[in-house]
């Protein structure tokens, strides 16, 4: 009947609402979004106890040789605007540590539609000045804008870079945007070039080329210019071989390798060292330096409900990911102040999966999360030292408790032989670890355990209902 029809088409408009879209994922991330591997992680029969493709390895060594002293030492946090104007766990400018960073990048500004920068918020033009205000707690430290980003998408990029007069325009623009605010550099996050089906062009590759080069013909080496790249698909939008030399920095978006987007849906990590690794390759490959690259890493983690409880491990089935975090408000993501919580308020003993240097715990039965800490991160920026990458990055820094503050990167190296460990790192006796509940919590965090089970639980029943009732 009619009636049946119309309901069960809003049933299935429901559930698909509780399901993040790579859109709804935009306000936790601005990386890319791998096709499924199903050959690796598809078979219901899969080894999950060994999910991690492939073998550890050193990335090959080209003719470009570490250097300690000077390589590796970019320390890049990206900061959200919008991040000071959360109902919870807001995080202003003024709680970021300057003296653990070299470079802090707002993100974002955007482009109008003649192609000229302007702040996403008229609230930003006052976030910009209260990052100024670090440089008196630490001199050395830099200060970018980032341009762009998922929700702004490809288009208004393209037709800027469509022409040299339109270039210009932008150029122009971005240099009084920059000298207006103090800004020292601008991190082009175009998402993506090429994609026409985002809105790009297939001469986006070259046109962005031009841009690069028009940019530091204009800046000289007064400003930075740095791009953010996908670790997959998109990246075949970006001439990084060609635009490295104008660049100095690129920051690769090795995190969102898997997701809720992905069919069958499996209980996986947003990211792996084992995957990076492989995607790193494939730069050396097309003959991008190391040395400009910065690793991404995330400060946050993805949650899924599972089918089978008895399967907890990485790479087990999932029947939907889990409900919004009550402070990041995107289905599926959990930001680590919210895994904090959720570890600090249940018993809860996370899991190291070694070779993709990650967490994982379940809690509440069948919710079952993956994220980094201290000691995967630093695993993770380890593994770019010893690799010769120019330093890292995370994706964001607004996502921790300032009063639980993550350390990425060891301040102490040893002698492997004394410390045991196969990297020689030790992290500094008074950083925290996300296992530790916060000194200090945020009264408007809630109950994130909770919420995120009975909001999405209450919310699969009704899909339920709805489907078994018109069947």
Known sequence: ??????????????CSSLVPTRASLDSHSHGDFLLPQVAEYGSRDLDVEHYAPGKRAHLEQREEKCDLSVDNQRKVAYYESWASRRE???????????SRWTHI??????????????????????????AMALKDENEDLQIWIAVGGKTMGSRRFSNMASSRR????????AKEF????????????????????????RRDTENLTKLVKEMREAFGDKKGISVAVPAGHYLKGFDLKSMQSDLDMINFMSYDLHGAWETPLLALP???????EDALQNLGDKGVSMKKVNLGLAYYGYAYILEDKSCSKPGCPAFAPIGTGPCGKTAGTLEVAEVQHIIANNTIDPTLSPEAAIMHFTWDENNWAAYDNNETLQMKTAFARDNCLGGSFVWAVDMQNPENELAPWAVKRKNPQESGGENGEESSPEESSPEEPATKANANAGSPSKMLSQGFMAGSFICIFFILSVI
């Open 88 to 98: 919870c766990n807001t995080f202003q400018p003024s709680d970021i540590n300057a």
């Open 270 to 276: 947003g990211t792996n060292l084992t995957e990076i």
């Open 105 to 130: 990048n707002i993100a974002f500004a955007v482009l109008d539609w003649v192609g000229k920068i302007t702040p996403a918020s008229k609230e930003d033009e006052e976030i910009y000045n209260k």
């Open 166 to 173: 339109s270039r210009e325009k932008f150029i122009q623009s």
């Open 1 to 14: 009947m009619a009636w049946m029809r119309d309901l069960a088409l809003f049933g299935l408009v429901f």
């Open 178 to 201: 920059m000298d207006a605010h103090g800004f020292d550099g601008i991190d082009i996050d175009w998402e993506y070039p090429a994609a026409t089906h985002m809105g790009g062009q």
